[in-house]
């Protein structure tokens, strides 16, 4: 009991004289924290998020906020609606400007593809087309309005005449309407659906829906994805499939049918694009110019750990989403393991105290 009280203790000073230390100083370092399984699980806040994230918020005996980003594999929804359901959920105000979903560092593909025809895969309704439009791809296109067009595309799903989740509200004409990418915004909400329609653009011949090309040596339609998550955290008690297995599947078969490796470009957690595009944002929110020291705090060990030890970030492993083992990860180990996002805030600031 006394050495739970004197630990406790100890690191209450290093927090208060770290916190006098900030009183004159800007902060050198920052924070990276990913979402499920860290501050919420399903839709339920993490209790300890709320202390942590008011903490590095402002609401401490300073009012000094030391930044920080939510850097997630999630999507299929604007950034600002993203910050105000997390804001409800952990019962702090996020900024759009802190949020960086998977498809976030996509929207600089929009300078290439702005006036070319894409197809938008994931998410419900045309939620994830929404997002492209804003993000600036103004032909975006997605599978529904390839289901509307020609409702056998994928006779197993029911047919759907609600126009509210089409991009334009007649018929859309793709025999004469080339597609020059793919680009996967979010999971699948319809599997089945949507490997078939991504395999007939990929498969086609100059884009056009419909047709089939001679020669698979040289693949002509690029796909994107915005994470490659196998398994995510839930409330469910196990995890479920993600983003990554759907690209599984879609790999294998595309191979099977074609005799060629489907190529692909992949953002999200652990490639380095993300991580780059998340730094400029961490540094936007400080008026420091010098680098910042990042630590990243997530559940995952394959994305969240994986990728902030090979960007050079300091990985914090909690057991509160995917990752619940005693001790660390044995395939991709992290710097630092904690309970939780609240223990492990506590802990880099004590550390950070050290270097002052």
């Known amino acids: 009991m006394f050495s739970i009280i004197n630990r406790t203790q100890g690191i209450n000073r290093n927090i208060r004289y770290a916190y006098r230390c900030l009183s004159t100083n800007t902060p050198t370092y920052g924070f990276a924290f990913d979402i499920d399984g860290v501050l919420i699980k399903g839709d339920k806040g993490i209790p300890e998020a709320k202390r942590a994230l008011k903490l590095l918020n402002g609401d401490n005996p300073l009012n000094k906020r030391i930044p920080f980003v939510l850097l997630t594999n999630g999507g299929g929804v604007t950034e600002e609606g993203k910050a105000r359901h997390i804001s409800e959920l952990v019962g702090v105000h996020i900024d759009p400007k802190q949020v960086i979903l998977s498809h976030s560092p996509m929207q600089t593909l929009a300078n290439t593809y702005k006036d070319k025809r894409v ?11 929404d997002v492209a439009k804003g993000y600036g791809f103004k032909e975006a296109v997605v599978p529904n309005d390839i289901m509307h067009w020609n409702k056998s595309t994928w006779p197993h799903s029911p047919f759907n005449d609600d126009l509210s989740i089409l991009t334009s509200s007649t018929p859309l004409d793709f025999p004469r309407m080339p597609i020059h990418a793919v680009m996967v915004f979010h999971d699948s909400y319809d599997w089945g659906r949507d490997i078939q329609t991504m395999l007939d653009v990929l498969c086609s011949q100059d884009g056009i829906i419909g047709t089939r090309k001679d020669d698979y040596t040289v693949q002509d339609v690029p796909i994107y994805w915005s994470n490659n998550d196998l398994i995510w955290s839930t409330d469910f008690p196990a995890p479920r499939l993600g983003q990554g297995a759907i690209k599984v599947a879609l790999d294998a078969l595309y191979e099977r049918l074609t005799g060629q490796p489907l190529k692909s470009i992949s953002y999200g957690k652990p490639h380095a694009a993300t991580y780059q595009f998340a730094e400029k944002v961490l540094h936007s929110l400080t008026p420091s110019t010098n680098p910042l020291r990042v630590y990243a705090v997530g559940d995952n060990p394959a994305a969240d750990i994986q990728g902030a030890n090979g960007y050079g970030w300091t990985s ?16 991709y180990p992290a710097d630092m393991v904690c309970d939780n996002v609240e223990e492990a805030v506590e802990k880099v600031i004590a550390q950070e105290n050290m270097r002052l």
Not at 317 to 327: A, Q
């Open 119 to 129: 197809l938008i895969v994931g998410g419900i309704k045309r939620h994830c087309y």
């Open 316 to 331: 914090i492993l909690v057991r509160t989403g995917i990752f619940t083992g005693k001790n660390n990860s044995e395939e």
